[in-house]
């Protein structure tokens, strides 16, 4: 009974592509995220939507563009892939906005890996 | 924004304790957190401390706060093989709508 999953988990595919990565939570959750681990495991938000409204976007290049079709689903697609974007992608979900709510869930990653 | 700064690499035997320090910048943060991550596998909340204490104990785990100096601490009593992992910390500054993590400490625990 997972709480956040994340596919594919796994993600090979060539410079120039155009890929997605589809993110699911069923807890409920209000917010969904989505953070970028480098090979150094330095980990990054990118993008976080509250009731389906962006609500951070940091300095991410704007070949990364989310999708919230539901406060439940959080999208991440990515036009024109670069090797600099191979990375571990991960999804989280908290309750809300409210500073009580920052206990975060994290999917299991996805790793992307482009050639 | 908030700047957040752990150690690397932490090595310790089996049996003893390990203390994982943090620090950061932004005094707002209201709340401080540790999550684990296991080779492979997503992040996992840990324990988390509210800024208006100085210590929680979880079991084995034990977090210590010193909000005039910004810096995070936590010590797992009684290490074991399994506790080997990556920790971060994480610090939520009031009016962020986001987590700021740290580099990340890789624990390896020796038999």
């Known amino acids: 009974d997972t709480a956040v999953s994340q596919t594919p988990k796994y993600l090979v595919t060539q410079m120039g592509n155009d890929k997605s990565i589809k993110c699911e939570q069923n807890l409920g959750h209000d917010t969904m995220y989505w953070y970028k681990q480098d090979s150094k495991k330095f980990l990054k938000i990118m993008f976080s939507?509250?009731?389906?409204?962006?609500?951070i976007n940091e300095t991410v290049p704007n070949r990364f563009s989310p999708k919230s079709p539901d406060k439940a689903h959080l999208n991440l697609h990515i036009n024109s892939l670069e090797l600099g974007d191979s990375a571990v992608y991960f999804c989280a979900s908290s309750q809300g906005r409210g500073i009580e709510d920052y206990e975060q869930y994290f999917g299991p990653g996805t790793r992307l890996t482009v050639t | 924004g908030e700047d957040v700064e752990q150690s690397l690499f932490l090595s310790v035997r089996e049996g003893d304790s390990s203390v994982i320090n943090c620090t950061y910048t932004?005094?707002?943060?209201?709340?401080l957190y540790w999550y684990k991550q296991e080779p492979g596998a997503g992040l996992q909340l840990l324990t988390y401390?509210?800024?208006?204490?100085d210590m929680k104990q979880d079991q084995r785990l034990t977090v210590l706060l010193n909000k005039k100096d910004k810096h995070l601490s936590l010590r797992i009593a009684d290490t074991q093989t399994g506790d080997s992992a990556i920790y971060f910390c994480a610090t939520s500054p009031t009016g962020a709508n986001n987590l700021f993590f740290g580099t990340g400490t890789r624990l390896t625990v020796i038999p």
């Open positions: 939507y509250n009731n389906k409204e962006l609500i």
């Open positions: 932004d005094s707002s943060s209201t709340y």
């Open positions: 401390i509210f800024s208006n204490m």
